[in-house]
């Protein structure tokens, strides 16, 4: 079956970058528009950035614009989220999903229907 399969979490200090990474497996993967989501404790999960199966749309909650870039490489079968300048309220587990359609549009409100086992990330104050 399909396999989402995050990396790069860990725990950094305030203003600082990680990069995860989530690589797909037996997935149609440049046919896919992907995903990344998070959860915080006590929190529903949350939508942070998507793009779209040719990388020519991308999408960012508010609250991470500017801040975080979202990039796919189709040979890797791999997406890729860059988070700058973190903050405390960044800490979550991130997810990686998986809509496996060649849609452009309103990629913040479709299903994703595959998803990684996630990875947590911990920004200190």
């Known amino acids: 079956q399909v396999q989402l399969v995050e990396s790069g979490g860990g725990l950094v200090q305030a203003g600082g970058s990680l990069r995860l990474s989530c690589v797909a497996s037996?997935?149609?993967?440049?046919?896919?528009?992907m995903g990344w989501f998070r959860q915080a404790p006590g929190k529903e999960r949350e939508f942070v950035t998507a793009?779209?199966?040719?990388?020519?749309?991308?999408y960012y909650a508010d609250s991470v614009k500017g801040r975080f870039t979202i990039s796919r490489d189709n040979a890797k079968n791999t997406v890729y989220l860059q988070m700058n300048s973190l903050k405390p309220e960044d800490t979550a587990v991130y997810y990686c999903?998986?809509?496996?359609?060649?849609?452009?549009?309103?990629?913040?409100?479709?299903?994703?229907?595959?998803w990684g086992q996630g990875t947590q990330v911990t920004v200190s104050s």
């Open positions: 999903a998986a809509h496996p359609y060649k849609t452009q549009t309103g990629l913040m409100n479709v299903s994703y229907r595959y």
């Open positions: 793009i779209s199966w040719s990388a020519i749309k991308t």
């Open positions: 037996r997935l149609p993967f440049s046919s896919a528009a």
